[in-house]
């Protein structure tokens, strides 16, 4: 903790965001598109902290969040821009600070980046731990950490001590951390992390109802769903280290398909030994939208940005194919053929 | 942590244990039939810590351990009391002290029950999580650990502090942790486990490798068998809260069934939000396998002993029913409808 806390939550920098705030009568906390666990949950942490402190402080996300993160305590006062553009452009327009979380381009945030552009007076602070962050008046942006969640730890920490965490933010802050971890088993898992985890439990945390919440509450169809994609779906090819699962449309109306019942799928043929490459089609009503994961050496990212319109991280990427499915897989199998001897 | 180990590795006790130790020529660390993974990774944990301070020291577990855990540093000098029986029954029946290690009934030692009741002179030493514990020289019992490996660690730094840890000791008491609480998805998740576990982390234990090492190396067939089983054999009710999964000899040939491969199943339909109660049947040669999970207030050990000739745990239980599966799932269907008004 020591030493990440140095180098990004340093003191200086501290007193400088204080000091932002200080001259801040209304303060913007804004989060990307589709926001996911570690952007509801550090957003609101974070602005819950700074509102503790006496400030006037509204947090935004572009669109809806996911329903399985309305437990998070706090989570009604998130704004939907998308669904009150007019207040809310309004407050961003009119801020005298505009906290930027969890994103690294301006670009994420959909039409609520307008919004932001048109405010040219406010200062932008930016906390995220992704790579390429844009140039702020005051940036904490640190790659080391796993989740902008356990950096905002970090930051109230560093600005009031870890006893001006409340157990709402604690939860908050703990969604964060796990979602974005996968419930701590992949991302940097750093003795930091797990004693931040440490101070969050000590705050009432209760970690196992809260993973309970997050990752196992699924509808008896989506569950039969993967069984069925498991089972007759997957082509695996060991020589090759690679498999995929297809899902059409006349599928997903078979299974009762809902909003985000296809996440997660394509990480489970990663769990066969023979492994390292998986990529999931799946059709939508004007392309294939393809997910790949990887594990190791293999850049899924550039495989996506190469051949199939996309791209992402180095183990996790997305891409589409304009044509019909059996047009997408075949040109997988090719190319997967020929890329394979490359790692 | 300061908490726990005031309670049960206080100065006192550590001393008496420094005691017994000093006094023996010959340590016998022993731990349970079918060892798991904190069984393997406590008792690999502290035999090396007890070796590495200059005592003779084997380990001995009745049977066989997984595969998946000989990546465990010094897995290789873990002794199968069934395949080297007379050596190790010279060793234990001449040693100074017998340390127990993660159980709480003798008889979980098999035929080395016998090889430890022969040594009459020994004090034994106990190091275990679970509920009655015996009653032996030396006790650190303690049921609010999640795993005997946090104790051993505990144990560990009570003695000779935490500098003591070794990175190959880190690495099975890591295991031995996250073996017993489902990757920290379940059991007593105390801010201690967590600074636990950041302390191992910082000895080098990489977290992400152990965890695909553990929970994410399975073959193709077996992954295909949980995806027909979840499609095709799973019966859900809603009304009554409860699923089931048959799984038959002829399905088992079929998909190339190993040991270990239906590990897990039974808990997959709880992910189902209207589940609380899931049982799984698997036919034997003899007799029909049940497996019970529930979570919140339905006592699945009650359950298994009153209707399956079975027991456990109150939320893991298992059972037998000695017929036909048609029988013992129409058994099952009939007794669910009586015991669902009660819960």
Redesign the interface.
């Known amino acids: 903790m020591v030493k990440n806390m140095k180098n990004t939550f340093d003191p200086a920098k501290i007193i400088q965001l204080q000091a932002f705030c200080a001259e801040a009568n209304t303060i913007a906390v804004v989060s990307h598109t589709n926001p996911d666990g570690d952007a509801i949950g550090s957003g609101l942490a974070l602005s819950a902290f700074l509102r503790g402190l006496g400030y006037d402080v509204r947090f935004f996300v572009p669109n809806r969040f996911p329903k399985f993160l309305a437990f998070i305590p706090g989570s009604e006062r998130v704004e939907i821009y998308a669904e009150a553009c007019e207040s809310a452009r309004a407050y961003i327009a009119d801020a005298d600070l505009i906290v930027c979380s969890d994103f690294n381009q301006v670009g994420r945030l959909d039409k609520m980046t307008d919004a932001i552009e048109a405010n040219v007076i406010a200062p932008r602070v930016l906390i995220d731990h992704h790579m390429n962050p844009p140039e702020y008046e005051l940036s904490f942006s640190d790659t080391g950490y796993s989740s902008t969640a356990h950096m905002v730890y970090d930051l109230i920490c560093a600005w009031s001590g870890p006893e001006a965490v409340t157990s709402e933010m604690a939860v908050a802050l703990y969604v964060g951390i796990v979602t974005d971890t996968g ?5 940097n ?7 931040a ?3 969050l ?2 705050k009432g945390v209760r ?2 109802e809260i ?2 919440a997050i ?6 169809s989506r ?10 779906k ?1 082509k ?1 090819d ?1 020589g090759l280290r690679t498999a995929y699962i297809t899902l059409t449309r006349a599928e997903k109306t078979r299974f009762n398909h809902q909003i985000g019942d296809t996440e997660g799928i394509v990480n ?8 390292d490459f998986s990529a999931m089609f799946i059709e939508t009503l004007d392309c294939i939208k393809i997910s790949f994961r990887s ?1 190791g050496d293999f850049d899924v990212n550039l495989f996506a940005r190469e051949y199939f319109n996309g791209g992402g991280h180095k183990n996790a990427a997305g891409g589409r194919y304009y044509g019909p499915m059996g047009e997408a897989v075949a040109r997988f199998e090719e190319i997967v053929k020929t890329v394979h001897p490359e790692y």
């Open positions: 419930n701590l088993s992949y991302g898992l750093t003795p930091d992390l797990y004693r985890v440490a101070g439990v000590e970690p196992v993973s309970k990752f196992n509450t699924q509808s008896e569950l039969r769903m993967v069984g069925y994609l498991l089972s007759e997957m695996v060991c489970m043929p990663l769990t066969i030994e023979c492994v594990q």
